[in-house]
């Protein structure tokens, strides 16, 4: 899969391994390897079955989608495309997204 960034600075820090280790601490290898299994993923229907429980977000974050790092630490990412594919029911066709652009690395359960 495709991967992007919604920003230079984020993907200066998650792509060096230095920027993000210094971020990250002991977290850095983590992301790092989400970020290789989503590039490493043909389509985002495969992140269904990988480590790191892939989901939508809901709410203000609809549209959105997040995989686990560690405890409630989320790396935040949407389909590139605009608008996302969408399935008869109108939902996210995940066989159909082929790049994303990552957001952010948060714990949103606190917003």
């Known amino acids: 899969m495709e991967v992007h960034f919604a920003t230079k600075k984020l993907a200066d820090t998650l792509t060096q391994h230095k920027r993000r ?3 990250y601490g002991d977290l850095a290898e983590k992301i790092h390897r989400r970020i290789l299994e989503l590039m490493a993923a043909d389509t985002l229907e495969v992140m ?3 480590p790191g429980r892939c989901h939508e977000l809901k709410g203000d974050r609809a549209g959105q989608l997040a995989v686990s790092i560690t405890g409630n630490l989320r790396l935040v ?3 590139r495309d605009e608008p996302p594919p ?3 029911d109108g939902g996210l066709d995940w066989t159909a997204v082929t790049a994303i652009t990552i ?3 948060t714990d949103y359960h606190g917003d």
């Open 21 to 23: 280790v210094r971020e």
């Open 48 to 50: 269904r079955y990988a």
């Open 77 to 79: 990412f949407r389909p």
């Open 86 to 88: 969408t399935k008869d």
């Open 103 to 105: 957001l952010e690395v």
